[in-house]
């Protein structure tokens, strides 16, 4: 049974308010259901812990690769950072090493959001409301409070050559800071038409 609800050698198994409550007073499907949960969740323990293993294996593994393929230039690659594709010789495998960064911005983006609006009131009689409804949307609040930041950083692809737009386009650049990244590695098989599908390792996948 689940070390978490009963006692060990006690007559008595622990409810979810932390009550002792005495077994003989417990449905016989309660404490079935009690066993398996506890069951499943000791077999989930031992699968998290493998995967764990395996990904910090697989990640020094690519990373003593990559180190490996750069000596042939005599280069030292320090790190786990950047996004690598490894293929099989065959093609049928692949592997890729994927990081995503976390952005935000600082209080440069107020100073970048008033340069723009002092744009769009000049603008107001000639610009194209596609150009408005493009700025609004990017400087626009999740149900969180928080700004999109792919969508402020692609108003830099913008060509507008006001002076008042390329200092925004500054104080946006320079104002995104880095708060953290996750890796991710994913593993994939090419099927017969070609494409490759990936080894699901989620298990609610």
Known sequence: ???DTVLPSSPYMRDAAGRLCPIETIKPIDIERDKLVGEIVAKARVLQKQIADFKQAVYGDIAAF???SAEEYKVHIGGHKGNI????FNGRYKVLRAVAEFLRFDERLQAAKALIDE???DWSQGSRP????LINDAFAVDKEGNINTGRVLALRRLEIADER???A??????GVLVTGSKHYIRVYERDADGKYQPL????SA
């Open 66 to 68: 990559v180190q490996l």
């Open 165 to 167: 737009w390329l200092r």
């Open 1 to 3: 049974m689940s070390s």
């Open 119 to 121: 744009c769009i009131t």
């Open 200 to 203: 699901t390792l989620d298990v």
């Open 130 to 133: 596609e150009i408005k409804v």
């Open 85 to 88: 594709t490894l293929l099989s």
């Open 169 to 174: 386009m500054q104080a946006i650049s320079e």
